[in-house]
């Protein structure tokens, strides 16, 4: 290094004044060439107090293997554990010891003596009566963080007396139960409180630190109306209410709230009108109304602050607000379930992640801007009274994934920018009035997993092609069109299919023979065709197969033998020869076929997206988090 430092000033020293590229030289080395000499200068951690020490050996016997912790180096530097210096001595301040199989409480007795413990984590575990371990323990004096989430506590909530500094407090995801009243009000500095996913009963409690920020208690038996004393609570910044059987009306004391940015009662019996003083927590950007018996009409103005709005699911009913669908800040809108009426407006923000407005009475025809919305992935508009055509508009929003249009009164043919979709994975347009053909680029929609065009006047023969054998798609639905041609043998690439249902078309020739290649396929309708020739005997390959319908067409032959838990229904094709046994599938099977085709779906399908959010982290400029959803693909 000396040597390198040499010639870089015999370099300088041939210029009387040093131009600015070589002190910038000079200085790129003193830099590069002190980083191992300062490296090399770094002091190792304070070794750690004597008696933290023991205690930390100790807990090292009830942990075990689980944290890999080295038994012969400082236990500040083992995972989980942090620790701060005074003076030449070092001392634990937070300990983390997640899902590491604890469930002998005596651990406790060595981790309370850690007196200047600031944070404690014991999540994932399985303790059974963590609280009443809390009682003599010099811990509690500087503890700001409790975390006892997800392990097996029981009974009722013990008091949390000595927590004078506790900020933090997460009981959920246990078996807790009973009343809480004052258990907690010994905590003076408490901001953030947890204990959803219990068996707490009786009022919400009330007599919590004024200094609470986050308080939730979803998941739990909370009963009664929602109390007055709740809006003390005026520093509140989320407020998680959500699985309870709270009723009665929601009171009007919002404003009380000058921060709060999430609130959520979805999922309880509350009644009476939304509270018109939400409007004005101009904090406020989610709120989760769903679940419940709430009436009258959506307040205007509702989205003005709010970005994720969720009323479905209630009696809610009147237009929707003209202005609803325009703030540029509005990302997600459900009004699924209402008895809502009149138009969707047309006005449609381009900011909205998912449009949900489905089992409504709107009317009209599908705006056109809402091709405007180009970072949409959701649009359900399905079971109203929707009519005209499908916008070619809806072609412009490249991250669709999930369209539903079901069940209302569209006419005309499918826009062929749908098939350019390439994040598209549900499309949904049965019980509609639709025509045309099915656009042949819906052969190479490489995300698709569900395609549902039943029950509409779909013409032409089916879009199949070679280049088929990348499809995703798990559920095929076109029962009950106009559909002609030859079942074609390249149908056997979809590889994914659980469910086909080509009843109720106009097809004709014969069954592939093929057909018992398909790995996953437990449904298959090919009744009320023109197919004739016999079944293949491939059939009896398909190991998963639930429902067999051939139901009234031409087909001939010998039936291959199935297992007898295999629902079949060959009536109408008078040259199937079935033997004894097989007898059994020829009449009785007849009225269960329409049955099973609204049952029987798609093991598959649940499967899919919705995108959603995380109630508690999508602040201000966050991204969206992913939820999956269940979706069902009935007919």
């Given at each position: ?60 016997s009830s942990v075990g293997s689980t944290k890999n912790w080295n038994t012969s180096s400082n236990p500040c530097q083992w ?19 997640p899902g590491c199989g604890l469930s002998n409480a005596t651990i406790l007795a060595s981790i309370c003596n850690l007196h ?101 208690l979803s998941g739990n038996n909370f009963s009664d109306h929602i109390p007055m004393g709740l809006f003390r609570y005026g ?401």
């Open positions: 290094m000396e040597k390198v430092l040499r010639v870089a000033m015999e370099v300088m020293s041939r210029h009387h004044a040093p131009d600015r590229s070589l002190c910038l030289l000079l200085l790129l080395l003193f830099l590069l060439l002190g980083v191992p000499m300062a490296a090399s200068t770094e002091q190792s951690p304070a070794r750690l107090n004597k008696a933290h020490e023991d205690i930390m050996r100790d807990i090292l995972s989980g554990v942090h620790c701060s210096s005074v003076a030449s001595s070092a001392f634990v301040t937070r300990l983390s010891l200047t413990l600031r944070s404690l984590n014991l999540s994932r575990n399985s303790f059974t009566d963590l609280p009443s371990q809390l009682s003599p323990c010099p811990m509690k004096a500087e503890l700001q963080v409790l975390d006892l989430s997800s392990n097996m506590l029981s009974g009722q909530l013990g008091d949390f007396v000595g927590f004078h500094k506790l900020e933090v407090l997460d009981l959920s995801s246990n078996s807790l139960n009973g009343n809480i009243s004052t258990q907690l009000s010994d905590l003076p500095k408490l901001r953030s409180l947890n204990l959803s996913s219990n068996g707490f009963e009786g009022p919400v409690p009330t007599s919590i630190a004024t200094s609470l920020e986050d308080l939730v520093n509140l910044t989320l407020l998680d209410l959500c699985r309870n059987n709270l009723h009665g009306d929601v009171p009007d004391g919002f404003l009380s709230f000058p921060k709060l940015r999430i609130l959520v009662l979805s999922e309880n019996n509350l009644t009476g009108k939304i509270p018109r003083s939400l409007l004005n927590v101009t904090t406020l950007f989610r709120f989760g109304g769903n679940q419940n018996n709430f009436v009258g009409s959506i307040p205007q103005g509702i989205t003005r602050n709010i970005r994720m709005l969720d009323l479905s699911y209630n009696m809610l009913n009147g237009d929707i607000p003209s202005e609803l669908l325009s703030p540029d800040t509005l990302e997600t809108i459900d009004l699924t379930a209402n008895r809502l009426e009149g138009f969707i407006p047309g006005n449609v923000s381009r900011s909205l992640h998912s449009i949900r407005l489905g089992r409504n009475l709107l009317g009209g025809s599908i705006p056109e801007s809402i091709g405007n919305a180009i970072d949409l992935v959701n649009l359900l508009l399905d079971g109203n009274k929707l009519v005209g055509y499908i916008p070619w508009q809806l072609s412009r929003c490249k991250n669709l994934a999930l369209i539903d249009l079901s069940s209302n009164q569209v006419q005309g043919n499918i826009p062929i920018g749908l098939g350019n979709l390439e994040q598209l994975v549900v499309l949904k347009l049965q019980k509609n009035n639709l025509s045309g053909d099915i656009p042949s680029s819906f052969s190479d929609m490489s995300a698709l997993e569900i395609l549902n065009l039943s029950h509409n006047s779909f013409t032409g023969e089916l879009p199949f092609t070679n280049s088929t054998q990348s499809l995703k798609l798990c559920y095929l639905g076109l029962h009950g069109n106009k559909l002609n041609g030859v079942i074609p043998s390249s149908i056997s690439l979809l590889q994914s299919l659980i469910t086909i249902d080509l009843g109720n078309n106009e097809l004709i020739g014969i069954i592939p023979t093929n057909i018992g290649t398909f790995l996953k396929l437990e449904r298959l309708d090919l009744s009320k065709n023109y197919l004739s020739g016999q079944v293949p005997s491939s059939v009896a390959n398909l190991e998963r197969l639930m429902c067999l319908f051939l139901s009234d067409n031409n087909l001939s032959g010998p039936l291959p033998e199935l297992p007898k838990w295999v629902m079949v229904n060959v009536t109408g094709n008078p040259g199937i020869i079935l033997d004894t046994e097989e007898n059994r599938t020829s009449g009785s099977m007849k009225g269960s076929q329409d049955d099973f085709r609204s049952a029987i779906w798609v093991a598959a399908a649940s499967f899919v997206l919705g995108f959603s959010l995380s109630f508690y982290w999508a602040g201000p400029g966050e991204k969206l988090m992913p939820r999956l959803e269940t979706l069902h693909c009935d007919d």
